[in-house]
Structure formats: structure tokens, C-alpha cells
């Protein structure tokens, strides 16, 4: 009832506008909202080019792909929220990925990394990935507060340390940097196992988890002081202060849950994968952080919704999908995840400078 008195206002306060204001509302409504115009005009397109686009295995498909990277999009989401970024979040990825795949060999595996490690409980392998990546998280986050260094600095540090300690990691016990693999059954069920089929497809698990993470963090940003602080600290950090906003804690605390984030990611990569390396991770901060801002979250700080990131992370994936479907060359993917993250950028600042 409320949705429709306020399409009602709207709707009047719309009709007292002259022509060129409401020339000036359109356009300013149909630059605004671009990005989702362009991507309704790209599953049309790619739809009629190839139908099986939107046939149920492809839908599931594409819910599978974006549940794996939402817990990443909504740790990073906190950092932006902040004015900030966190370039070391892919790397963080990588590493837990590793350690919870080393932790969760198979006893039988020839090339086990530790092969007198009996497999550990899988929530005890989650509580150790979440402290891990939540450690660097706090480094980022008192690095940032405490010496008031920008976050792309601190972050880009922490991501070749980050990087390092996963070279060293992986030539633990002469593995010799070798993929790990040979996951146990267990592990691999508890993630990409199905409990539930729709038409015969099978939904992974990991896909409950996910919302499980959005519906935790949706509560934290929403419903807690912390997240309110968040917010207070991203629009005005000097007013949050005075307001009695502890800035640094605060921080901190944001980073630390990002970093917490970044584990989940690794623990579900570990498995969805199966064969984790060095280069597991790569360039995951560059989808989260353009899922982000495709949904919402804005870089001028203090502006975000944890359904606007869900909303970027499947409307980035479907993109990604159906430059897949269209057989776009490889090389040239990257060039158009780029100009999505310019162009979504770009329509974030000028939103903010026409509010301003």
C-alpha cells in the first residue's frame, strides 16, 4: 500500500512538471539507469542470437556463478561504502582457497600435502579460513584508520604480502606449488552437493550458503549500531566523530568483516573449483568491486544497500554468461569488463555531483 501512495506522489508530482522539465527527467532517468538498460537490450540480443541462453540449466547457471562471488561482493561493498577499495581481496581469496583445500585432502590421495593430517571437521576448516582472511582484514583496516593512509595504498601492500604468503604456503611439505587437489567427499558434497532440483537441474549448496551471507549481512548493515556507524563514517568521518562514532573502530571493524567475507569466498572456491593454485583469486576484487557500483554502492561513500550488491553480482553475471553464449573472444571480455567498471563509475559520480 505504501509502494503505491508513493508511485501516486510521484506520479502528481510528475504531471505539474513543464516540458522541459520533463524532458529533463527522462533524460536524466535513462542516463541514471543505463547500465540496466544496455544489459536488458544484451539478454534480448543474445537471446534471439542463442535461445538456450534462458533455458533453465543456463538460468541455474548463471544463480550458481553469482552466489559464489556474493559473499566477496558484499565484504568489498563495506570498503567502498567507506570511500575506500580493497585490492588485496582476490589474493585473500586464493589463500584460504588453498588452506582449505590442504586441510581437506583426501586421506587417500597420493600427493596429499599433509599426509599425516587426518581431514579436519569441515566448520573447523570455516572457522580458521573466516579468522585468516579476517586478520588481514584488520591489517588493512588499522592501517587505514590508524596512520590514515588511503585504502588503495594499504590494500595493494597487503595484497603481495598476501600473494607471498601463498607462494610459501603452496611449497609447503615438497607440494612445489602443484595444484591441490584430491578434495575429500565430504568437503565437495558439503559445497556443490544438491539438495534440492529444479526440472532436473541441480542447485548447488553453496547457493543456500550465499544467502545465508546476504541474509547476515543485510541484518549487520541494517539492523545494528555497527552498521549504522558505517554508514555515519562513509557519509562524514569528521561529523561521525564528533557525534561520538568511534572512526578507527569502526574501520577496523569493516575491513575485518570484509576480510571475513573473502574467506567464505575461499572456503566455497576451494571445492566449486577443485584444483587450487597461485592463481586462484585473480581479479576477483575487479568483479566484486564493479558488482558493486553496477548496484548502487557508491564511491562518494555513505550510500549503499546489500540488495543493490546481489542485484550487481547477478547483473554482471549475466553478462559475463552471455558473452559466453555469443562466443565473444576471450581477450576481448576483458576490454568490456573494463569499460562496464568505467562507465558505472562514471554514472556514480554524476549522480552524486548533480545531488551535490
Not at 538498460?37 to 547457471?61: D, M
Not at 556443490?192 to 549448496?205: A, D, E, Q, R, W
Not at 574467506?263 to 587450487?276: D, P, Y
Not at 564511491?299 to 553478462?319: A, E, H, M, N
Request: overall charge positive; charged content about 10%.
Amino acid at each position: 500500500m505504501r509502494a503505491i501512495n508513493n508511485a501516486k506522489d510521484r506520479y502528481a508530482a510528475y504531471k505539474v512538471l513543464s516540458s522541459k522539465e520533463k524532458g529533463t527527467f527522462w533524460r536524466e532517468a535513462l542516463i541514471n539507469n543505463a547500465m540496466y538498460i544496455l544489459l536488458i537490450i544484451a539478454v534480448i540480443y543474445t537471446f534471439s542470437q542463442n535461445h538456450r541462453f534462458l533455458a533453465i540449466n543456463s538460468i541455474i547457471n548463471i544463480i550458481s556463478l553469482s552466489a559464489a562471488n556474493i559473499p566477496i561482493a558484499c565484504g568489498i561493498a563495506g570498503c567502498i561504502v567507506l570511500t575506500g577499495t580493497d585490492l588485496s581481496a582476490g589474493r585473500v581469496v586464493g589463500l584460504t582457497a588453498c588452506i582449505s583445500a590442504s586441510l581437506l585432502q583426501s586421506v587417500t590421495y597420493a600427493t596429499k600435502m599433509f599426509p599425516n593430517l587426518p581431514v579436519l571437521p569441515i566448520p573447523l576448516v570455516i572457522v580458521i579460513v573466516i579468522i585468516v582472511g579476517g586478520i588481514v582484514g584488520w591489517v588493512n583496516g588499522f592501517f587505514v584508520a590508524r596512520f590514515s593512509l588511503h585504502p588503495f595504498i594499504v590494500t595493494l601492500a597487503t595484497q603481495l604480502i598476501v600473494y607471498g604468503v601463498l607462494l610459501m604456503y603452496i611449497m609447503i611439505n615438497g607440494n612445489n606449488g602443484q595444484p591441490l587437489s584430491g578434495l575429500d567427499n565430504s568437503f565437495k558434497s558439503f559445497v556443490t552437493g544438491s539438495k534440492l532440483s529444479v526440472m532436473g537441474v541441480p542447485i548447488p549448496n553453496y547457493v543456500w550458503y550465499a544467502c545465508i551471507v546476504v541474509a547476515v549481512m543485510w541484518f549487520i548493515w541494517n539492523k545494528t549500531t555497527f552498521g549504522k556507524n558505517m554508514f555515519a563514517v562513509g557519509s562524514n568521518p569528521e561529523a561521525a566523530n564528533v557525534s561520538g562514532v568511534d572512526v578507527m573502530k569502526t574501520t577496523i571493524g569493516v575491513h575485518t568483516l570484509a576480510g571475513c567475507m573473502y574467506g567464505i569466498t575461499g572456503f566455497i572456491e576451494s571445492a566449486r573449483i577443485g584444483s587450487n593454485q597461485a592463481n586462484t583469486g585473480l581479479n576477483y576484487e575487479c568483479d566484486a568491486i564493479a558488482a558493486c557500483v553496477i548496484g548502487g554502492v557508491s564511491f562518494v561513500g555513505g550510500t549503499g544497500k546489500i540488495s543493490g550488491v546481489v542485484l550487481g553480482v547477478f547483473l554482471l553475471r549475466i553478462i559475463f554468461v552471455a558473452l559466453n553464449f555469443l562466443s565473444i573472444n576471450q581477450n576481448l571480455q576483458y576490454i568490456i569488463k573494463g569499460l562496464i567498471i568505467l562507465v558505472a563509475c562514471a554514472i556514480d559520480m554524476r549522480k552524486y555531483l548533480v545531488r551535490k
